[in-house]
């Protein structure tokens, strides 16, 4: 009989199995793959590696909660240096660059220089850029778990941000866009976050890089999962590589185990599913404990909207190392991904680490959102969907060459991941590479990972903490494992 049986060894499985080790339970972690990471991933081809998943992780500056939960779990230590990019992205139109620098004050003078007539507007963002820097996002336990006197300290803790919090829950990204006259900076704004996202995600997002968080662990995303795993594994987790379970086991309103795809049934004591939500709930455990909630939040995409996207990836042997590493731009003419025209891309480029491609070399990658129904389709017919992938990378390799024009001749590795791509490797619901999109008023914004008439189970990981991301994933894990714990009577340890 196993004690704790954890499905999923993404950034939030692996969590889960750290906390839960160090609580003193056995922990077995079954994963459908061959590596560990989910979502949190990149893969190697030729001298190139491409890396599918960070683009900025919050909790990488020590001092804060987070960061205490990434070193928890062994994602970051001493050793692995983290890079902070001056300038986070920057956006070109009309022969005009807008550069979203990481220091507000920077930014703040950059935007004056650049747009004069939404002086007052900018001054207030950037004052409030500052105060959100100083915010340390709660992690140490679920709010369920928080007692009259946390309230009070949280209260004491954030009041003054209260106010700011109002401010900016109640509009989205494209309302505080449209507070700007410049287009530039309207179109800007949208484009570093969805437009569509409660625009406190901005003012998080811009006030962490002011705090010189959420930079870029060097060697990425892979290798933070590794290292998650071998953590997990020195203090005695057993990770099942190629495991994958097909269901989960239920006695009398109670999960007693796994069976896995090769028939293998496993007794346990306690379930965690740290994998996607709609998976677990709707494949393995055949939609019995679904509530109305949860069944409008998976079926209703405009009240709880998910992203996908494409990855366009090139390895090229020409130095890119001059150019600004993430920039949007408008293209010439548009181009067609999936069933939509794309007038501008993000064109990204890894030079600031070595580990993604050789001095003089560079990894490109172009991030393309949406079209999940078009993909899913085009993958009913494996060779459809193979030349819908060749099509798109030989346009967006075009593409880029138009404007590096540098980069001509030396392409040497091309890759496409696509929604189906995360469909295939993670079970992710309609590709989703993050949970539900947070918007202005949207209830709830995490789940407590019970269901109703099943004991002995939990749900963890970014689809009970919208809007997931790294730091969703984490955070759900840890409180599975909280919460398990308070039901077992031990006591948490960190
Ligand atoms: C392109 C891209 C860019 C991103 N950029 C960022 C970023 O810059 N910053 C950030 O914070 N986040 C980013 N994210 C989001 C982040 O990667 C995810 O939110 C996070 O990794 C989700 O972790 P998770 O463990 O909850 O889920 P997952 O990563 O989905 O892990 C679930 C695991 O369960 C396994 N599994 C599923 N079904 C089964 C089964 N039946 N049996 C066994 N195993 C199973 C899967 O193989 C997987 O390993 C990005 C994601 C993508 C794809």
Not at 234 to 257: C, D, F
Not at 308 to 322: E, K, T, Y
Not at 346 to 354: A, G, L, T
Request: contains cysteine.
């Amino acid at each position: 009989m196993k004690e704790i049986s954890i499905i999923g060894a993404g950034v939030a499985g692996l969590t889960a199995a750290v906390y839960a080790r160090k609580s003193g339970f056995d922990v077995d972690v079954y994963e459908m793959h061959t590596l560990p990471g989910g979502e949190c991933t990149g893969w190697q081809r030729g001298d190139y590696h491409f890396d599918g998943c960070i683009h900025w992780m919050m909790g990488t500056k020590p001092g804060s909660g987070l960061h205490q939960v990434w070193r928890d779990v062994g994602a970051l230590d001493d050793s692995i240096a983290i890079h902070l990019n001056e300038i986070f992205f920057e956006y070109q139109k009309d022969g005009r660059t807008l550069k979203i620098y990481r220091d507000a004050d920077r930014l703040e003078k950059h935007l004056l220089d650049l747009s004069p007539i939404d002086a007052h507007k900018i001054h207030e963002l950037c004052k409030d850029i500052r105060a959100f820097a100083k915010m340390d996002m709660p992690v140490s336990k679920p709010m369920e778990m928080y007692t009259a006197l946390d309230g009070i300290k949280m209260a004491f803790k954030f009041g003054k941000l209260m106010p700011l919090f109002k401010k900016y829950n109640s509009i989205s990204v494209i309302d505080l866009a449209e507070q700007f006259q410049d287009p530039l900076l309207r179109e800007g704004f949208i484009n570093l976050i969805p437009g569509p996202y409660v625009a406190t995600s901005i003012l998080s997002t811009l006030g962490s890089l002011h705090n010189n968080d959420s930079g870029w662990p060097m060697g990425g995303s892979l290798a933070l999962s590794k290292r998650m795993a071998a953590y997990a594994e020195k203090l005695g987790v057993r990770i099942h590589y190629h495991a994958p379970v097909e269901k989960i086991l239920v006695e009398n309103g109670s999960a007693v185990g796994l069976r896995l795809k090769t028939g293998e049934e496993v007794c346990s004591e306690y379930v965690l599913s740290a994998a996607d939500g709609h998976h677990t709930l709707y494949d393995l455990l055949d939609g019995q404990y679904v509530d109305d909630l949860q069944q409008k939040m998976y079926s209703d995409h405009e009240t709880y909207q998910l992203d996908c996207c494409s990855l366009v990836f090139l390895g090229v042997n020409a130095d890119l190392s001059a150019r600004a590493h993430t920039v949007y731009i408008p293209l010439d003419e548009p181009i067609m991904v999936a069933d939509k025209a794309q007038e501008c891309i993000m064109i990204k480029h890894f030079c600031y680490d070595p580990a993604m491609a050789k001095a003089g070399k560079s990894t490109v990658c172009v991030m393309l959102m949406g079209s999940y129904d078009w993909w899913q389709e085009k993958h009913q017919d494996k060779v459809a969907y193979k030349q819908a992938k060749q099509q798109l990378a030989k346009e967006v390799q075009a593409a880029v060459e138009k404007i590096y024009p540098e980069i001509t001749g030396t392409v040497e590795e091309v890759d496409v991941a696509t929604p189906m791509t995360y469909v295939r490797y993670c079970n992710a619901f309609r590709g989703a590479y993050m949970s539900f999109v947070t918007q202005p008023g949207m209830q709830p914004t995490s789940l407590n990972g019970k269901l109703e008439g099943l004991q002995k189970f939990y749900m963890g990981g970014m689809w009970t903490q919208f809007p997931g991301g790294l730091p969703g994933a984490a955070m759900g894990g840890r409180y599975a494992i909280q919460r398990i714990c308070k039901e077992a009577g031990k006591k948490f340890q960190e």
